[in-house]
């Protein structure tokens, strides 16, 4: 089989890779990448047409936004993945499409793109061609997926994004019984120091940042991806003011985060058995807790601003690269008593980035705002860390070859030092084929 890069090679974000034989020729996930200047995968027109499938990984625009610009390119083949990630991926494109009118892609090109999406299982063989491939849990987001592709005679095992442990919604990846010659693994976290602390320990200093605003009357500000993080850190944080170790303040939900909620809990059947249980057998549902407050008109954002109160507001986008986070930054920064949490990866040139590294002035709409609140980040993370990312490889029999993938540069390096003592390890290149 052959491997060919589009995106994702030195770089997190625009993930888009090739697989061939002689007969077949498949894209795993066709995403962009978002920042200051969105970037989209390295594909020519020509090697569009003769796609004959593609199989999405997960839900995140840095895996499925590009669909939209591959049907107008002439794609007209089938797209699959699992149920969930189908469902979100039209919220996440939707929002996408409204913010960028300017693209002027066709009107109904969502219905368009639906026609195309097939549900895949997990963990079932599905025959395509000449290939064998299997989507196996990848505990990164709800529906998310390994992908395992077979010739009969190689197997390519792609991780998407990963994460090994289980978190209060999700399992971790299913990594059981897994063979395969060639790994495409994420390396997000994959520095020398990229090392998470014990969730133990995240979560005392999380409550203890919170339990002191709320003594002051600060406001703090969560930004969140709509998919994953979000999910999740509400969860702990109803958890932790039902146990009485956390100060009941608002919770404040803004944005798509809401909708992908609803997602989330219509299919609760992809979350832990243990949620699962607690919303069949009790009377409380987490999904619905009387913690959160939804903003569902934007007039509640200056209500929220203007009342003399502790709050907790957790909103996208999760880099702060637009979406209501802004208005919240926008009003909120320059009083040194608030906090912004970051608490998801900050991808190089986004706003996110930049508060996380110290910058003090920024621009929002045109104005200049002085930065006072503070900035702190607690590893929540949907991605493996370094630890996970060195188990990956261990548990896949007969392992020969390793493409590192969706990572910096440098942390790449790192990584492919690592496991360069045990396997053929290669970073992926932009553009460039490999036969394995
Ligand atoms: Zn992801
Ligand atoms: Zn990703």
Avoid: W
């Amino acid at each position: 089989m052959k491997i060919k890069f589009f995106g994702a090679a030195g770089e997190v974000g625009r993930s888009c890779i090739m697989i061939s034989t002689d007969k077949t020729k498949i894209l795993l996930d066709s995403g962009i990448k978002l920042g200051k200047n969105e970037e989209y995968p390295v594909i020519d027109d020509e090697e569009i047409k003769n796609i004959d499938a593609i199989f999405i990984s997960h839900a995140h625009i840095d895996h499925c936004g590009f669909l939209p610009f591959l049907y107008s390119k002439g794609y007209k083949n089938s797209i699959f993945a699992t149920k969930p990630t189908i469902e979100i991926i039209n919220v996440l494109l939707s929002d996408y499409l409204r913010l960028n009118s300017d693209l002027n892609f066709e009107k109904n090109i969502l219905n368009s793109l639906n026609s195309r999406f097939k549900i895949i299982d997990y963990k079932k063989d599905f025959k395509f061609r000449d290939l064998t491939i299997k989507f196996i849990p990848a505990g990164h987001i709800l529906g998310s997926a390994l992908i395992s592709i077979s010739d009969g005679k190689n197997t390519i095992v792609y991780t998407g994004d990963i994460n090994l442990l289980k978190t209060r919604l999700l399992n971790g990846a299913d990594l059981k019984n897994i063979a395969a010659d060639t790994l495409i693994t994420e390396t997000t976290y994959g520095g020398d120091k990229d090392i998470f602390p014990e969730e133990k320990q995240v979560a005392n200093q999380l409550l203890n940042t919170i339990n002191e605003s709320a003594k002051t009357n600060s406001k703090i500000i969560i930004p969140s991806f709509a998919v994953g993080r979000a999910q999740e850190i509400l969860f702990f944080l109803d958890d932790y003011i039902n146990s009485g170790m956390m100060q009941k303040i608002p919770i404040y939900v803004d944005g798509m985060i809401n909708k992908v909620l609803r997602i989330y809990r219509h299919n609760v059947i992809f979350c832990r058995k243990e949620l699962q249980s607690r919303i069949l057998m009790s009377d409380y549902d987490p999904f619905k807790s009387k913690n959160f407050k939804i903003v569902d008109r934007k007039n509640i954002r200056n209500y929220i601003i203007a009342k003399d109160e502790p709050c907790i507001i957790v909103t996208t986008s999760g880099m702060l690269t637009g979406g209501p986070v802004m208005f919240y930054l926008s009003k909120l920064a320059q009083n040194e008593n608030n906090k912004l949490i970051l608490v998801g990866y900050q991808a190089q040139g986004t706003l996110g980035r930049d508060l996380q590294d110290g910058i003090n002035k920024i621009t929002i709409n045109n104005a200049e705002i002085d930065v006072k609140l503070k900035v702190e980040t607690f590893h929540i993370s949907a991605h493996a860390d370094r630890k996970q990312l060195e188990q990956i490889p261990l548990k896949i029999r007969g392992l020969k070859n390793i493409f590192l993938v969706h990572g910096e540069i440098g942390k790449l390096q790192q990584l492919e030092a690592q496991f360069s003592k045990k396997y053929n390890v290669k970073i992926a290149q932009l553009n460039t084929e490999y036969e394995v």
